[in-house]
C-alpha cells in the first residue's frame, strides 16, 4: 500500500519553513525519510517508529502521528543545499519499506 | 567507509538483449536490496535478500528477471530479454537486519531503445 505524500512540489526563497506530509490508509511501524538529489541516490535522513516520537536532522525534523497514521518532514529555515525530491517509506508489520512518489522541493535565492 | 557500490552506471541496450547490474554492499550489512525506480517515482522494491536468502521476490517479474546472492555479501540482477518498459534506474541497497536505516548505491541506469 502506497503511501500519500503531499505537496507533489514546492518551491521556496532560502529561509523560508515547509511541511512535507505523508499519510497512509494502514496502521504503520515505521516512517523512514529519504532525500534524493538529481542523479544522485536516496540518501536517509531518519527513521520514526510507531509510538508518535519527533526526532530532528539539523534543522529538519519529523513527527510520526500513530492514529492519523501520517508522518511529517519539517524543514526549517531552508537552505539551497534542501533541494531535491522527498521520499517516505513506510513499514506495515512485516512488509518491507514502501516508498511514496516523493515531494519535489526547490529552494532559489 | 564504502558505500553500496554498483556497475555499471549506465547502460544502453537493443530491447531482446540480456543485461546484468552488479551491487557491493556495505560491509558487514547482510540485508540487500534491489529496486526500480522510474522517472518521477519513488523505488520499488524487486527483490529482498537476508543473507543469502530471497526472502521477499514477489515484485519481481520472474519471466524475464533474475536475481543471486552467491556467499550473502554481493549480488547481481539480470534482465533476460529487456523490453523498453525496463528503461529505468535499478537501485542497490543495504542494512543491518532490523536497523532500519537502507543505504543506497548510485543506481544503475538502464536505457532500452
Known amino acids: 500500500q502506497q503511501p500519500v505524500q503531499s505537496p507533489q512540489a514546492v518551491i521556496l526563497r532560502e529561509g523560508e519553513d515547509a511541511v512535507i506530509n505523508c499519510s497512509s490508509s494502514?496502521?504503520?511501524?515505521?516512517v523512514h525519510w529519504y532525500r534524493q538529489k538529481h542523479g544522485e541516490a536516496p540518501v536517509f535522513l531518519m527513521i520514526?517508529?510507531?509510538?508518535?516520537e519527533q526526532k530532528g536532522h539539523e534543522k529538519i525534523s519529523a513527527s510520526f502521528n500513530e492514529k492519523k497514521q501520517q508522518s511529517s518532514l519539517y524543514l526549517t529555515a531552508s537552505q539551497l543545499s534542501y533541494s531535491g525530491t522527498y521520499f517516505c517509506g513506510t513499514e506495515i508489520g512485516n512488509t518491507p519499506l514502501v516508498f511514496g512518489k516523493g515531494t519535489r522541493l526547490s529552494v532559489i535565492a | 567507509e564504502a558505500g553500496v557500490v554498483q556497475s555499471p552506471r549506465y547502460k544502453i541496450i537493443e530491447k531482446k538483449q540480456p543485461v546484468a547490474f552488479w551491487c557491493n554492499p556495505i560491509s558487514g550489512h547482510n540485508t540487500l536490496y534491489w529496486y526500480r525506480q522510474n522517472l518521477g517515482q519513488g523505488p520499488e522494491l524487486l527483490i529482498r535478500?537476508?543473507?543469502?536468502?530471497?526472502?521477499?521476490d514477489s515484485q519481481l517479474p520472474k519471466d524475464r528477471f533474475s536475481a543471486e546472492r552467491l556467499k550473502g555479501v554481493d549480488s547481481t540482477l539480470k534482465i533476460q530479454p529487456a523490453e523498453l518498459g525496463d528503461s529505468a534506474v535499478y537501485l542497490c541497497a543495504s542494512s543491518l537486519i532490523g536497523a532500519g536505516a537502507i543505504y543506497f548505491g548510485e543506481g544503475s541506469w538502464l536505457t532500452v531503445v
Open positions: 520514526l517508529l510507531k509510538g508518535g
Open positions: 494502514k496502521a504503520l511501524y515505521s
Open positions: 535478500y537476508e543473507n543469502e536468502e530471497a526472502v521477499d
